[in-house]
């Protein structure tokens, strides 16, 4: 066994996530149709500068109010625009386990404000990690070289890298970190325990 970091990605890794349950309660709250929101956020790029820390909360709840013919307050905003996960619970004891073995945990993800710091305060998880890089603090949204560079700095002894993407597991290896699609924790495990980390 050998004491290193291991990186996690957050959505539909250690949470699950619904894009469609935000819209519908965004919806709800505004009474703005769930495609003109889509359109708004989505199509307009406007969702990405917020996850890349271009934009700040308050521009987005203007942007919800100036669409919307009631009011609404930003704490009623931020509720339904980040009560959208599904623990992983099956993979949470893996986290645990990594852990004990004095393993350093760091999160790596696409994020935004919002949706961090509600899950931060829900998913009692998120306590067990020594660090966070979050792509509306770095400025950078994966697969962005330099989101990456700056999980290297993180990284002591070996590293490890888990995504549900493709295209960030690619780039992560790009930079020189080591990293594997997840898929099932049963084969995250196996990883882990090839490289030592359990």
């Known amino acids: ?13 250690l949470l699950f996530f619904s ?6 309660q965004l919806s709800d709250l505004t009474k703005i149709p769930t495609e ?11 969702f990405n500068d917020y996850e890349s820390g271009r934009l700040p909360t308050e ?6 109010q100036s669409h919307s013919s009631r009011s ?33 945990l760091v999160l790596l993800s696409n994020t935004n404000e919002c949706h961090f710091n509600f899950a931060y305060s829900h998913y009692p998880i998120l306590k067990l990690f020594d660090a966070f890089i979050l792509s509306y603090q770095v400025g950078a949204c994966k697969p962005d070289p330099a989101i990456f560079q700056r999980a290297l700095q993180e990284a ?21 970190l080591d990293a594997e699609l997840y898929t099932e924790p049963p084969l995250l495990k196996r990883h882990l325990e090839e490289r030592g980390f359990l």
């Open 1 to 13: 066994m050998k004491e290193g970091t291991v990186f996690f990605d957050l959505g539909n890794v």
């Open 19 to 24: 894009h469609q349950k935000m819209f519908q």
């Open 36 to 46: 003109l929101l889509q359109q708004q956020f989505l199509n307009r790029g406007v």
């Open 59 to 64: 521009q987005i709840y203007r942007i919800l």
């Open 72 to 104: 609404f307050s930003l704490l009623e905003a931020m509720q339904a625009a980040s009560d959208i996960f599904t623990p992983n619970k099956e993979l949470w004891s893996l986290v645990k386990a990594l852990k004990k073995k004095s393993n350093r």
């Open 156 to 176: 002591r002894g070996s590293s490890f890298y888990t995504d549900d993407v493709p295209a960030y597991v690619k780039a992560a290896r790009s930079v020189g």
